[in-house]
């Protein structure tokens, strides 16, 4: 099993910055890939940022000018710089690491933290 545990949500102004950290703990794979989703209620959960354990990233087209994903594997965590910050980005934002496993036909494991509201105000 793996425990995610989010911060750093929370209330900031329209041209703000948030920074979000998720801490990984439990059984995590070699391969991996870490990062983050946002929902608002009564849409589907999207896609912000993804980061492999070797450091590969993708982003959100629409988000990858304001937004910036890192990880420190040695702890386990990732972080989304979040700046310029709209009120459209206001939404739970959810971690997830996904465990890679298998050969040629690679299947995965997600796991999701429990979120973390950020409320962006005009």
């Known amino acids: 099993q793996v425990q995610l545990v989010e911060s750093g949500g929370g209330l900031v102004q329209a041209g703000g910055s948030l920074r979000l950290s998720c801490a990984a703990s439990?059984?995590?794979?070699?391969?991996?890939?870490m990062g983050w989703y946002r929902q608002v209620p009564g849409k589907q959960r999207e896609l912000v940022a993804i980061v492999s354990s070797s450091g590969v990233t993708n982003y959100a087209d629409s988000l990858k000018e304001r937004f910036t994903i890192s990880r420190q594997n040695a702890k386990n965590t990732v972080y989304l710089q979040m700046n310029s910050l709209k009120v459209e980005d206001t939404a739970v934002y959810y971690c997830?690491?996904?465990?890679?496993?298998?050969?040629?036909?690679?299947?995965?494991?997600?796991?999701w933290g429990q979120g973390t509201q950020v409320t962006v105000s005009s």
């Open positions: 997830q690491l996904r465990n890679y496993y298998g050969g040629s036909s690679m299947s995965w494991i997600d796991y």
């Open positions: 439990g059984s995590i794979f070699s391969r991996n890939a």
